[in-house]
């Protein structure tokens, strides 16, 4: 068939293929989640159906893209890394992050009933996405480790900011206040001197995040890859040490 005279406008698409031999993290978050989550009553400071949820929304992403080998999340934020070596969608930027975010969102909503029984979904929820490519391996588990810090941070200071406030009757104000210019050992012994709760018997989930990665199994006398959810800690090397070679795994 003759090209019709149209078709020149394909001219004006650009080329956004990424870079090879990069590592490519795919990083979403919900957007104005503060509201999504008081709109649909998330427990505070953490909702362990909302986490869950996630953690089932990005599993529907891996099982879909076995080119993905590992990926973290935590709070509205999920975090995707793709093999080095990919050439999925031969490494086009929009394409990757768009279905990416597409399957991941569209998954959230899906299976929102699953976790959140009666609780009518509100409104669509929204996620944005960024693409940030890593050239070396410290570069990607920096990356990860900072991540994992992040939960860290942000889980001991809500834990001690809503315990001050839902079992120490503090207005927010006043455990904004209170909390101003602690330091984590601070936050941890609030909690235990003023609430008898040690911070380390925490869940691991809520101090940790989810990482999501493939194993093998033996089922049946056949090796049988399968995902699953942890919650180690990143920051420490033994975690690298004993898990270095899913970032190996050849294709
Ligand atoms: P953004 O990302 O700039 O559009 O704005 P937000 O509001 O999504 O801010 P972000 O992503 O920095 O922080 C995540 C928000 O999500 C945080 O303010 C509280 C909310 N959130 C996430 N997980 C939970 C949860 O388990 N329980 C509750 N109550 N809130 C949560
Ligand atoms: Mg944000
Ligand atoms: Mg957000
Ligand atoms: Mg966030
Ligand atoms: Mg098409």
Redesign the pocket.
């Known amino acids: 068939m003759a090209k019709s005279s149209f078709e020149y406008v394909k001219k004006f698409e650009h080329d956004d293929s990424l870079l090879p031999n990069t590592w490519i993290v795919i990083r979403l ?10 709109d649909h009553n ?7 159906r ?2 869950k949820l996630m953690n089932y929304a990005a599993y529907t992403v891996l099982k879909e893209y076995s080119d993905i080998l590992l990926s973290f999340g935590q ?3 999920y975090s995707f890394v793709l093999r080095k070596d990919s050439c999925l969608y031969k490494r086009r930027s929009a394409k990757l992050l768009t279905t990416i975010n597409s399957k991941f969102s569209s998954s959230y909503v899906f299976y929102w009933n699953k976790f959140f029984e009666h609780l009518p979904l509100k409104y669509p929820p929204c996620f ?1 996405g960024r693409i940030v490519l890593y050239p070396c391996d410290e570069n990607l588990i920096d990356y990860m480790k900072w991540r994992q810090a992040d939960v860290h941070i942000n889980n001991l200071y809500n834990t001690t900011f809503w315990t001050l406030i839902l079992k120490g009757q503090l207005t927010p104000v006043q455990a904004e206040k209170r909390l101003s210019g602690t330091v984590s050992a601070d936050k941890n012994e609030i909690l235990f001197q003023e609430f008898n709760m040690n911070y380390n018997n925490e869940p691991e989930i809520f101090k940790r995040g989810t990482i999501l990665l493939r194993k093998s199994i033996l089922h049946n006398k056949v090796n049988k890859s399968i995902i699953v959810d942890v919650h180690d800690d990143m920051l420490k090397d033994k975690f690298w040490k004993e898990n270095i070679y899913i970032l190996s795994v050849k294709k």
């Open positions: 978050d919900g957007k104005c989640f503060h509201k999504f989550a008081d998330f427990t505070k400071p953490n909702d362990l909302a986490l709070s509205d934020e944005d």
